[in-house]
Nanobody, 126 residues
Framework: VQLQASGGGLVQAGGSLRLSCAAS????????MGWFRQAPGKEREFVAY????????FEADSVKGRFTISRDNAKNTVSLQMNGLKPEDTAVYYC????????????????????WGQGTQVTVSS
């Protein structure tokens, strides 16, 4: 499956952005989806997860209550609504996919995702 992320930009602290990830090439509803981010000089970190059906989500503690992940299987898209942005949210954000049929151990923050988008830059100014 091919993934294309978009929606990044420059925003002031406290502002909002909505990231989108368009999928193509495979049956989107067969994949669990995640958002990750990587800030300069830091390791990539898990941000949020959504199940193949959209019925289950999970967010990192650092974004819980501010970020919301959602998906539209009819449109082959997964989104990340980011509210209350902070300078520490500045990073390149990536969407990722993993087949829903794969047995997983532990939380989605520890899973190996197979497919990755190219990333979209989010910069939050103070």
């Amino acid at each position: 499956v091919q993934l294309q992320a978009s929606g990044g930009g420059l925003v002031q602290a406290g502002g909002s952005l909505r990231l989108s990830c368009a999928a193509s090439g495979r049956t989107f509803s067969n994949y669990r989806m995640g958002w990750f981010r990587q800030a300069p000089g830091k390791e990539r970190e898990f941000v949020a997860y959504i199940s193949a059906s959209g019925g289950s989500t999970f967010e990192a503690d650092s974004v819980k209550g501010r970020f919301t992940i959602s998906r539209d299987n009819a449109k082959n898209t997964v989104s990340l609504q980011m509210n209350g942005l902070k300078p520490e949210d500045t990073a390149v954000y990536y969407c990722a996919a993993v087949p829903a049929t794969r047995a997983q151990v532990g939380g989605p923050y520890s899973w190996r995702f197979d497919y990755w988008g190219q990333g979209t830059q989010v910069t939050v100014s103070s």
